[in-house]
């Protein structure tokens, strides 16, 4: 089946450092969107990517779309504890569903 | 105020009941979803609905059931055919259309807890 593959399941990281997190599908995708869920919460949307090679920056969020539209990441710059939560990547495969990946959880160590 | 909303936010049953779950949007979005969360494994799709009086199963729609008789209205029947029915439940809308950027917007989340 269609299946998005995300990593890591869980980081920590000190307030300011970076994070990263990777979603890869073995399929090509039409788009991919990401997520974010604060504790207790819903997944909220953050943005949408299309094109092969799409980059778009949110602040200190940047959003990647690999060449092959098979994958995807997601990097914060100097975090802080807002970024708290858990962040989903969401690949559409043409169709009107999205696959979710199984989300990275960030904690912020102050 | 436009949104989703779920209700109740926390519900408890018993074993071998059949339980609803409400889910309403005043966004006039043509579809609408049902996920379930559990830790560790993301949103998992159990149904959706792109228009009303017609649904589709998604990959884990055993031992639910939906209904879709008004736009506004997509309820969740969780059967005691399901097998393990503890977990998050997610409700969600898209508008669809050539102008939306396919996002979903979700509901607050129902957390059923069967004993």
């Known amino acids: 089946g269609q299946q998005v593959m995300q990593i890591p399941q869980y980081q920590h990281v000190q307030e300011g450092e970076d994070f990263t997190t990777y979603c890869n599908s073995s399929?090509?995708?039409?788009?991919i969107q990401w997520y974010k869920q604060r504790p207790g919460g819903h997944p909220v949307f953050l943005i949408q990517l299309v094109k092969s090679g799409e980059v778009k920056k949110q602040k200190r969020l940047t959003f990647q779309f690999g060449e092959a539209k098979k994958n995807s990441s997601l990097h914060i710059t100097a975090t802080q504890t807002t970024d708290v939560g858990t962040y989903f990547c969401a690949g559409n495969f043409g169709n009107e569903k999205l696959t979710f990946g199984t989300g990275t959880r960030l904690t912020i160590i102050p | 105020d436009g949104g989703i909303t779920q209700s109740p936010k926390y519900l408890f049953r018993k074993e071998g009941q059949n339980v609803t779950l409400s889910c309403e949007q005043n966004l006039n979005h043509d579809a609408m979803y049902w996920y379930r969360q559990d830790p560790g494994q993301g949103l998992r799709l159990i149904y959706y609905s792109q228009i009303v009086n017609d649904f589709q199963k998604g990959d884990i729609a055993e031992g639910y059931s939906v209904s879709r008789e008004k736009k506004e209205s997509f309820p969740l029947t969780v059967t005691s055919a399901q097998k393990n029915p503890t977990a998050f439940y997610l409700c969600?809308?898209?508008?669809?259309?050539?102008?939306?950027?396919?996002?979903?917007?979700f509901g607050p989340g129902t957390r059923l807890t069967v004993l």
């Open positions: 969600a809308s898209n508008p669809l259309g050539p102008d939306s950027y396919n996002e979903q917007f």
């Open positions: 399929t090509t995708l039409s788009n």
